[in-house]
């Protein structure tokens, strides 16, 4: 609770694993250990000790929330759906934290915060859903105080043809490939995925300046579950080859998720 440097939380198993138990809790270790390291060394970085103002867009049911509140941080979820709403209420009171939960999307984040007020917004997994990105980007900016930052976590297009690939829907892979949204058809539930590329393009049209992009989930989302069950060791050494392959410059192509820390200058 007191450590703002995000150990506590790392050694919890980072992101949203309270209730999560034995090979599952490794998974999501390996899936949520590169986000959360870099989460940590930026709290680290933004803060002189006083808890920040953190805005959560599209927080869901506040698996990044309640971790971060945990930590002592004043932590706010803009969130459109009211069941999400009710189950971060849920999840921050069996945490005993508060979080502050507002109904709404990233279009209303203008008038829900004095602008540039935010220490740290997080925009996770949000982007490939809202109708248009670069939009919402300039929202999230717009409460950012000049020194904060944007963490951005999206899904990687390229990915998603190689998971749809690995599948046994190849033509529908093709079809990720070549199209401008990143979908595999009609069919799919994603809006949208972005490429590495599109990432950076969003990040810069925004006016935030951003740090080098991320991959998260190299390894986790590709290796068989049997590789890590039931040995801890072995899902250990899971967790670090994904914090080595995060900052590959090959790798990073192959990541189910990107993730970027912009700041305001
Ligand atoms: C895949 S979930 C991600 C939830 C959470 N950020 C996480 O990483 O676990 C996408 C979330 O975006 C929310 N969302 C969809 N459209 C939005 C919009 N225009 N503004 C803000 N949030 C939105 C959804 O309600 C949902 O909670």
Redesign the pocket.
């Known amino acids: 609770m007191t450590d703002r440097s995000g150990t506590s939380a790392t050694a919890a198993g980072g ?2 694993t309270s209730g999560v138990t034995g090979p599952a809790r490794v998974a999501n270790a390996a899936r949520t250990a590169v986000v959360w390291d870099a989460l940590s060394q930026l709290l680290a970085r933004l803060s002189d000790g006083e808890p920040l103002e953190i805005v ?6 506040g ?2 929330a309640v971790p971060l509140a945990e930590l002592g941080h004043r932590v706010t979820v ?4 009211p069941d ?1 709403l009710a189950a971060l209420e849920r999840r921050a009171a069996e945490s005993g934290v508060a979080v502050r939960g507002v109904q ?4 209303d984040l203008a008038s829900l915060f004095p602008a540039d007020s935010a220490d740290l917004v ?5 982007l ?4 248009e990105p670069a939009a ?1 980007l300039a929202d999230v900016a717009g409460i950012t105080r000049p020194g904060g930052a944007v963490s951005l ?1 999206v899904t990687n297009a390229v990915a998603g043809a190689l998971h749809r690939a690995l599948a046994g829907h190849v033509t529908e892979a093709q079809h990720l490939l070549s199209d401008p949204d990143g979908r595999w058809g009609e069919a799919d539930p994603m809006p949208r995925r972005l490429t590495r590329q599109q990432l950076l393009d969003l990040i810069n049209h925004s006016g935030l300046t951003g740090e080098s992009v991320r991959g998260v989930r190299v390894f986790a989302d590709v290796l068989p579950g049997h590789a890590w069950e039931g040995d801890a060791q072995a899902g250990q050494h899971l967790v670090e080859l994904e914090k080595a392959a995060a900052d590959h410059p090959e790798l990073i192509g192959i990541a189910t998720q990107l993730h970027a820390v912009a700041f305001k200058s």
């Open positions: 992101f949203g959560d867009a599209g927080g869901g049911t698996g990044a803009v969130e459109p759906s999400s709404g999307e990233t279009r997080l925009v996770h997994n949000v490939e859903y809202v109708d919402a976590l």
